[in-house]
Each structure stands twice: as structure tokens, then as C-alpha cells.
């Protein structure tokens, strides 16, 4: 039987690179002469910890990353993070600075509020529906960290650059455009990502400290809820997902060999997102929703004249191969999420089928 694949646009758990998915069914009964499945192998095991080994070596080839900078892979998604974050690097006479830009970032500064933390959320786009990236914001020179969403998954926003904060380390939820482009990491203290959007299957968040960062650390936490007891155990304190661990070291493998590393990347990404910027652009049947200057490269938020279009539109898309076209459940509309494995040609296809759609129904 042929292969049925369609084009995925999912936001998230998302596409995966097929030559990364052909890999894993191919080694998937016998890992690398085992005779065991990767799902089987210990995490103890000298077979596991080239796995993980390698996926950090990659992740830092990928990001230039120097040697102060730690790897980890913690679980409870991008949602522990919120919490995890001002409970390690937030002491109790200090305060952080928040910029709010949708939904995840509102969710961060949720968790430190119920830990009773000191936040000044410093810049906000919620009166214009966070539509747009905050510009020009005062940032206090005595706040621990400033913490942003560096792509804003649901309302289809994303820093274009990163402010200038005078030296106070930046923490940024890059649950959605980790590695989808080149990174200063001077600027960041801390990155973290779920990996289900760009880097992997769901399973695991990618953690990436500054070691001046994880010194800081009070005394007195749980283990699994400090970052030193990742830090110092390689993420192997206790079992880690070592299925996605393993996916996300094929994914770098792919991203680092096969693409030819963040540069090269970031250019297909630019491409992509700009073959369908211009086509919504170019007539009035379908609106972006996000400013201009904001809009993301990653998740590409549309509307059609009317809602029952829009069902329609989801519908015959998904009929044609082209799958996960609704937005988020709270925003509505339409949304493209075009990772770093969407291929151009699922681009192209769905910039095809717009076409075909606008001119039988406008
Ligand atoms: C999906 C997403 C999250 C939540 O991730 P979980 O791994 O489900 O906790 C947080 N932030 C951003 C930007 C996201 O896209």
C-alpha cells in the first residue's frame, strides 16, 4: 500500500521531518543490533546515554552555545516551566519583569503570581487582542530577569528582534520557534521549549540555563523541581522520555546534516512564511490577523470573510490533504504552522488550494 502522508499544520504535537520518522521505523524492533527497541533499552544504558550525549552536543553545535551553558530535558512540558522558572531564579526580595503577549505568556505570569512572587508585567498587547509585539518598553535596570514568548503559538505574533534590556538576562518560552533561526544567546539566561511544536514528539521540555543562572538557585527545593539536579545528572536523575529524547536527537541530526544548521534553515522558514504572507496579502478575501511588523513565520493566523467559510475552508482543506487548519479553540479562524519539517511544497500546496477556494466562493 502506498504511503498516505498529508501536509500537517498542526500547531502542535506537530509535523516531524519523514526521513527522522523512516529512521525510527526502520531501527524501531532492533536498536542499533540490540535486539532491543529504543522504547525497551534502559536509560542506564551505554546505548542511551550516546542518545542523550548527542543530543545535547547537537543542540549546542546548533546554537553556538559556549561552555556556560547546560542542556536539560525536564518534564511537564512548557507548563512546568512557569512555575519552575521564578521558584529557582526569583528570590523573595527581588522582583522580574513580564512582557504579556498572549496566552502562554499570561500563563507564565499566572504560576508566579500563585507562588506569591514579585513580577512587574512591563509591557502588554492584550488591548489590540495581542496582536502585535510590544515596542520602545522601559525596562527596570534592577529586575532579576525579563521574561518573553519569543513566538506566540495561538495569536500567530513573534519577536522579530529582541529588545535590548540593559543587561538583565532575558528568559524566553520558545516552545514554537526554538531552532527555526540563527540566536544571539548573549542576551538569554535561560531558553525553554516544549518539544512537541519544532523538536520532537510531546514527552519532554528542552531547558537551556546559563551556568551563572543555575548558581543563584536557593536551597530548599524539590529535586525534581530544581534545575541543578538536572544539570548535574545529564537529565538522568530519574527516567526520563527516552523515546522523545531519542526523536529529538534525530531531529538535530536532520536539522544539523540534512538542512545544513540554523542559518540555511531560517531561510526556507522565510521563504515559506513569505509564499503565503504575499499571496494573503494580495487580496482582500483572506485577512492576517496579526500586524505586520509582528507576524510570526512560524504560525501563520488568518480569517476568511465569514465564519461559515472558514468551516468550510477547514473541511475541503482537510478533504485535499491539508490538515489542521483551525485556529486555536479560544481565537478561532484559521492558522498554518509551518515548523521548521513543514516542507515548501506543503506551503505551496496550501497557497494552491487558497486559490482554488477564494475563486469558487467569493
Ligand atoms: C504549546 C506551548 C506551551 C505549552 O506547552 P506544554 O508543553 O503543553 O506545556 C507553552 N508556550 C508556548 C509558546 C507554546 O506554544
Known sequence: MALHRIFNFNAGPAVLPLPVLEEIQASFLDYRSSGMSITEISHRSKLFDEVINDAVARAKRLLNLGEDFHVL???GGASLQFAMLPMNLLPKDRF????????????????????????RVVASSKDRDFCYIPKNISFNRD?????????NTIKGTQWANFPDTAGVPIIADMSSDILSRRLDMKKF????????????????????????????I??????????RT?????????????????????VLKWLEETVGGLDAMEKINRQ??????????????YRGTADKDSRSFMNVTFRLPSEELEKKFIAEAT?????????????????????????????????????HFEQKNA
Not at 522580574?96 to 513580577?119: H, M, P
Not at 529586575?143 to 513566538?151: D, F, G, P, Q, R
Open 143 to 151: 529586575a532579576v530577569y525579563v521574561h518573553l514568548t519569543s513566538n
Open 73 to 75: 530535558f525536564i518534564q
Open 272 to 285: 515559506k512564511a513569505r509564499l503565503l504572507y504575499d499571496f494573503i496579502d494580495a487580496g482582500e478575501f
Open 96 to 119: 522580574a519583569d513580564y512582557v504579556n503577549t498572549g496566552t502562554w505568556s499570561t500563563k507564565a505570569i499566572k504560576e508566579a503570581e500563585i507562588l506569591k512572587k514579585d513580577i
Open 319 to 355: 478533504e485535499n490533504g491539508l490538515g489542521g487548519l483551525k485556529g486555536h479553540r479560544s481565537v478561532g479562524g484559521c492558522r498554518a504552522s509551518i515548523y521548521n519539517a513543514m516542507p515548501t511544497e506543503g506551503v505551496a500546496a496550501l497557497v494552491d488550494f487558497m486559490k
Open 189 to 216: 539566561g535561560l531558553i525553554y521549549a516544549g518539544a512537541q511544536k519544532n523538536i520532537g514528539p510531546a514527552g519532554v521540555c528542552m531547558v537551556i540555563i546559563r551556568d551563572d543562572l543555575l548558581k543563584q
Open 218 to 227: 536557593p536551597e530548599g527545593l524539590p529535586s525534581m523541581l530544581d534545575y
Open 230 to 250: 538536572y544539570a548535574t545528572s545529564n537529565s538522568l536523575y530519574n527516567t526520563p522520555p527516552c523515546f522523545t529524547i531519542y526523536t529529538i536527537q534525530l
